[in-house]
């Protein structure tokens, strides 16, 4: 916490649309995952299909078409339109998750400790008890009292899952490369070996 004193959640962010994907991931796994219904409606707008929305109202209707087909392909029938809370609450986590991972010192305390999950899922209400705009996200309760912090945890830990894969596949394709170019430079040593060998036999 003390080498994350600097951070602050912002309220300017620059992958809202990317997000709002990911927040309809995270509310039909949560929707689906929580035996109570009161709950299920601080997660989305009553399981209604993501769709897609142009700010711009002379909008091409070609590109119109094209959004929509891509969000087909992507959704499958599984995303939802989270709600408001649940969008923010993920976007916060997201934003956290960029900051750690643009530090090589916080990443190296987060990949090396014991529960990498649980010590992200643990910041991030930390930091969000910081301010009393960010607290009041977590001191929401549903019609049956239930708090959203729990379920604040729980949203945490399936971000940092996503973040998670992607940073491993980043880093695998990162050593793939290097092996290759490596495995190359050696075919091009034992070629120009082979040419040598030959030329001074000739």
């Given at each position: 916490?003390?080498?994350?004193?600097?951070?602050k959640f912002s309220h300017h962010?620059?992958?809202?649309?990317?997000?709002?994907?990911?927040?309809?991931?995270?509310?039909?796994?949560?929707?689906?995952?929580?035996?109570?219904?009161?709950?299920?409606?601080?997660?989305?707008?009553?399981?209604?299909?993501?769709?897609?929305?142009?700010?711009?109202?002379?909008?091409?209707?070609?590109?119109?078409?094209?959004?929509?087909?891509?969000?087909?392909?992507?959704?499958?029938?599984?995303?939802?339109?989270?709600?408001?809370?649940?969008?923010?609450?993920?976007?916060?986590?997201?934003?956290?998750?960029?900051?750690?991972?643009?530090?090589?010192?916080?990443?190296?305390?987060?990949?090396?400790?014991?529960?990498?999950?649980?010590?992200?899922?643990?910041?991030?209400?930390?930091?969000?008890?910081?301010?009393?705009n960010t607290n009041g996200i977590?001191?929401?309760?549903?019609?049956?009292?239930?708090?959203?912090?729990?379920?604040?945890?729980?949203?945490?830990?399936?971000?940092?899952?996503?973040?998670?894969?992607?940073?491993?596949?980043?880093?695998?394709?990162?050593?793939?490369?290097?092996?290759?170019?490596?495995?190359?430079?050696?075919?091009?040593?034992?070629?120009?070996?082979?040419?040598?060998k030959k030329l001074k036999s000739?």
């Amino acid at each position: 916490m003390e080498m994350l004193s600097n951070f602050k959640f912002s309220h300017h962010h620059n992958d809202v649309s990317i997000t709002d994907y990911v927040a309809g991931f995270v509310s039909r796994g949560m929707t689906r995952n929580t035996k109570c219904k009161d709950c299920c409606v601080l997660f989305s707008e009553g399981e209604q299909p993501l769709e897609v929305e142009f700010a711009d109202i002379d909008i091409n209707p070609d590109d119109v078409a094209a959004g929509k087909s891509f969000l087909d392909v992507i959704n499958r029938g599984g995303l939802f339109k989270s709600s408001d809370l649940m969008y923010v609450t993920c976007l916060h986590a997201a934003e956290l998750y960029r900051f750690i991972t643009e530090d090589e010192q916080l990443l190296k305390e987060l990949v090396t400790s014991k529960n990498s999950m649980e010590l992200f899922a643990e910041v991030f209400l930390s930091k969000l008890e910081e301010l009393d705009n960010t607290n009041g996200i977590l001191l929401i309760k549903c019609s049956s009292k239930h708090v959203f912090k729990h379920h604040a945890r729980c949203i945490a830990t399936v971000m940092f899952n996503l973040f998670a894969k992607n940073l491993v596949n980043e880093c695998n394709n990162e050593i793939h490369k290097e092996r290759k170019w490596e495995g190359t430079s050696e075919i091009k040593r034992d070629m120009t070996n082979m040419k040598t060998k030959k030329l001074k036999s000739s």
